[in-house]
DNA sequence: ACCTGAACACCGTTCAAGT
DNA sequence: ACCTGAACACCGTTCAAGT
């Protein structure tokens, strides 16, 4: 029985946080189990498949608790929900130690994280975008959640002192980042011509 | 002297489009010198020091040649420049093995690759927008080059066989994913709103 | 100044063999 | 089914010693 692997994921989560990306090893992940690394690949086929595995994990953590059953449309209009997204995407990330780096690296090579992309997909689907341009406006929006929050926890990690005063700023640039990038999403959605005044 | 320095850097560049960046190892990169690899660290302080030096060797040689002199004003509207300076990204990124992967990991680690940074804020400096958002927007411009490329180039290369169809559709898709940054830049920097008809 | 030789402290992965 | 033991083919980096 696959048993053993959220014990696993669990345990890899702890070390990233702890001893961050670059020293979470096979090696040392076997050692913190108690086990030679060579067992690991009894529950994961490569290493790759393990860090798929602890991105989703770190993203499920990352999930707020949605009163409404799975399968019920959300509430909100398309563009409130995108914002849901995107900021939980991003604490999510921020969350654990190496987090941006982590998932933007398991999403950009395919293996996992792909669930922030559906979500995305899915409010866009009720903006009366035609469905080619929302795709690029999917992916356009997780570039920049990726992006703007691997800067931001990379210059976090750095300084940990100056971190206090950076936070704010970053807080913001996110929100105007991210409104910048909505907007012209907004744009391209209405038939009509914006109303003026 | 740091006369071979240049030299270094452009079998790096050989090695990185032959063998991909995983395999641009100090020992591979020294074997191709015939050196040992301590040899290399006579030029480089570190492996990342040489990864950045190579990544900004990629941004020149992609760079278009300037008819106007270093210090002269660009010509051309703002958002023009735009456009050019992340067409040219892109384009630079995508003429070598793995480029987009290094030269977005280089930047984000804040060790190079700093050139379109800057060309993108001179432009900016031009919309009239007020320094601060000017940055933000610099920055959601980069974040969208370099995912978008990044996934571009990994699925470019993933399958050698398709890549003929995909090429165009991802082309397009970096047009379109481009206008929707700037058509947000744009909202934000006319003072007046903008000319009816 | 530039490089060698040799070492240190690691990696991911495979696989026969044990229980 | 799950793990050990041992190996294979590698890493980045340091540093005394050579020329």
């Known amino acids: 029985m696959s048993y053993r692997r959220p014990d696993i994921v669990a345990r890899a989560v702890e070390v990233l946080d702890t001893y961050g990306l670059a020293d979470l090893t096979m090696r040392r992940l076997g050692g913190e189990l108690g086990v030679r690394p ?33 399968d019920t449309v959300p509430d909100g209009s398309w563009d409130d929900r995108v914002v849901a997204v995107c900021t939980e995407l991003r604490e999510a990330m921020l969350a654990y130690r190496d987090g941006a780096e982590l998932v933007a690296t398991v999403h950009a090579f395919g293996l996992g994280a792909a669930a922030p992309g559906r979500d995305l997909a899915a409010a866009l689907a ?13 992916r356009t929006l997780l570039h920049f959640v990726f992006g703007h929050t691997l800067d931001e926890q990379t210059h976090l990690q750095a300084g940990s002192a100056g971190a206090i005063e950076d936070q704010p700023r970053e807080r913001s640039d996110f929100a105007a980042g991210l409104g910048i990038v909505l907007d012209g999403i907004r744009l391209r959605c209405r038939v009509a011509p914006p109303p003026r005044g």
Request: charged residues 20%; aromatic residues 4%; proline residues 9%.
């Open 38 to 70: 060579s067992a690991l690949y009894h529950h994961f086929a490569s290493k790759q498949t393990l860090l798929a595995a602890v991105a989703d994990e770190v993203l499920a953590r990352g999930r707020a608790p949605r009163d409404t059953p799975p």
């Open 126 to 138: 009720d903006s009366g975008l035609d469905p080619a341009l929302a795709g690029t406006a999917t």
